[in-house]
């Protein structure tokens, strides 16, 4: 089946230590999007990416990292200087051009130890 | 001013009837406008997406856009309590949809 997958689906982080969310689609999307998601608020984005080896800063970067190696796959990097990571992590994927809408994984939420 | 506003709600409405959810955006140069359905602890779900002004109908469902006025609706006809959840308004400056603006969401519960 075609789809996105998230891993881990929960994901627990000790202070001072980096954990990374992967993220894989298999629908041959062209552009990734890492959105963070806290409670009562809209989605954030953090970081996208439209092509290989090629990806650009959201509207809340900072304490975040990732790569684009493959087209399949758009893994997120949580490091010790994000100081408030404790969200709901959702990557979505879409076809690049035509206004063709973004779908989404089941989401990694992580929360601090 | 937010950039997508929508009323938290809950909004409650009895089953069979007419759900009707708001969304109002502050950038006139948005092109693409998308409503998703997030149940509570998952991943939000594309439901409809307009680019024209009217309306457009999918089902029960049925996306309203008035670009002059800057806002687009969701209307749910026959709303079923599988129904509830929160629905998000995402609005795009353009057709490439790299950046979508989310709005907070309005929660809809419908009851038996």
């Known amino acids: 089946d075609g789809g996105i997958t998230q891993s881990p689906k929960y994901l627990f982080r000790k202070e001072g230590q980096n954990v990374t969310l992967s993220c894989e689609q298999n629908?041959?999307?062209?552009?990734m999007y890492w959105y963070r998601q806290d409670p009562g608020q809209g989605l954030r984005l953090i970081y996208y990416s439209q092509i290989v080896n090629d990806f650009q800063k959201g509207d809340i970067a900072e304490g975040y990292s990732v790569s684009r190696e493959k087209k399949e796959s758009f893994p997120l990097t949580v490091t010790s200087a994000q100081k408030n990571p404790t969200a709901f992590y959702l990557c979505?994927?879409?076809?690049?051009?035509?206004?063709?809408?973004?779908?989404f994984g089941d989401g990694t939420r992580l929360s601090i130890l | 001013q937010k950039e997508v506003e929508q009323n938290s709600g809950p909004l409650s409405v009895p089953e069979g009837a007419i759900a009707s959810l708001n969304c109002t955006y502050s950038?006139?140069?948005?092109?693409?406008f998308f409503w998703y359905r997030q149940y509570s602890g998952k991943s939000p779900e594309l439901i409809m997406s307009?680019?024209?002004?009217g309306d457009k109908e999918d089902g029960r469902f049925t996306a309203q856009l008035n670009k002059a006025s800057q806002y687009v609706s969701l209307l749910i006809r026959d709303s079923q309590p599988s129904d509830s959840a929160t629905y998000l308004c995402?609005?795009?400056?353009?057709?490439?949809?790299?950046?979508?603006?989310f709005g907070t969401g309005t929660r809809l519960q419908v009851f038996p």
């Open positions: 995402a609005v795009s400056r353009s057709y490439n949809t790299d950046k979508l603006i």
């Open positions: 307009i680019y024209s002004n």
């Open positions: 629908l041959n999307h062209d552009a």
């Open positions: 950038d006139r140069g948005s092109q693409s």
């Open positions: 979505a994927s879409r076809y690049v051009g035509g206004g063709q809408p973004q779908h």
